[in-house]
């Protein structure tokens, strides 16, 4: 009963919700459906107009700063999303970004002018946010997979090379340290020997039985 007197109600957030909860947080399409109320023709044609820009609505607040060309759309998190929805955010769902001059409220985004000394900063980050979780994950978790993938990238090599670090003596601290922890030895082996030999990244990673 209570999905009939859900339809016809979904409010411009709902279906951001909708979307974000498919493309980040493993919903489907049935279940978000469900959800809010509706069928699954109308879930699917939400992720087709998201997919197109169309889902984004300029508004009375909307900022001309925002239409600049290189300004990036990021859908903020979740937790942010719900928060607006009730009007009553509280300090845990951060409300810190909540005051962001960039934050579009409505379509619950964030409008971010990428400039190189952010990009830089960023990169660096993932390189340090990827040693610290190597660090302290569990050996057996998804997230070991995750961070062992990227260091073992392409995109890891560069960062390290634009910094003056030596991504190769990075990876063999990595995998030696990893190795006494128990991570299988095969999948570090393949690791190693492909970063040795490619001296940027690796051609196979596998994905099991780490």
């Known amino acids: 009963m209570q999905t009939h007197a859900k339809k016809n109600k979904v409010n411009h957030l709902d279906k951001i919700e909708c979307?974000?909860?498919i493309q980040h947080h493993g919903s489907t399409i049935k279940a978000c459906a469900k959800r809010f109320g509706v069928t699954d023709k109308k879930v699917i044609s939400w992720l087709s107009m998201h997919e197109k820009g169309e889902l984004i609505k300029q508004h009375t607040q909307w900022s001309p700063s925002w239409n600049k060309e290189n300004v990036i759309q990021h859908p903020l998190d979740l937790d942010i999303l719900q928060a607006i929805k009730r009007g009553n955010p509280t300090y845990e769902d951060s409300i810190i970004s909540l005051f962001d001059p960039e934050l579009d409220a409505v379509n619950c985004i964030s409008h971010v002018e990428w400039k190189?000394?952010?990009i830089e900063r960023l990169c660096?980050?993932?390189?340090d946010r990827s040693l610290e979780i190597l660090r302290d994950v569990a050996v057996d978790s998804?997230?070991?997979i995750v961070e062992l993938e990227f260091v073992s990238s392409n995109y890891?090599?560069?960062?390290?090379k634009a910094f003056g670090f030596d991504h190769v003596e990075l990876r063999k601290g990595i995998y030696h340290e990893l190795r006494l922890r128990?991570?299988?030895e095969f999948a570090l082996e393949m690791l190693e020997i492909s970063?040795?030999?490619t001296r940027s990244g690796v051609t196979y990673v596998p994905k099991r039985e780490y």
């Open 182 to 184: 128990g991570v299988n």
């Open 156 to 160: 890891f090599a560069l960062i390290c």
């Open 195 to 197: 970063a040795v030999y």
């Open 19 to 21: 979307v974000y909860r």
């Open 142 to 144: 998804d997230d070991l």
């Open 116 to 118: 190189d000394e952010e």
């Open 124 to 127: 660096l980050w993932m390189v």
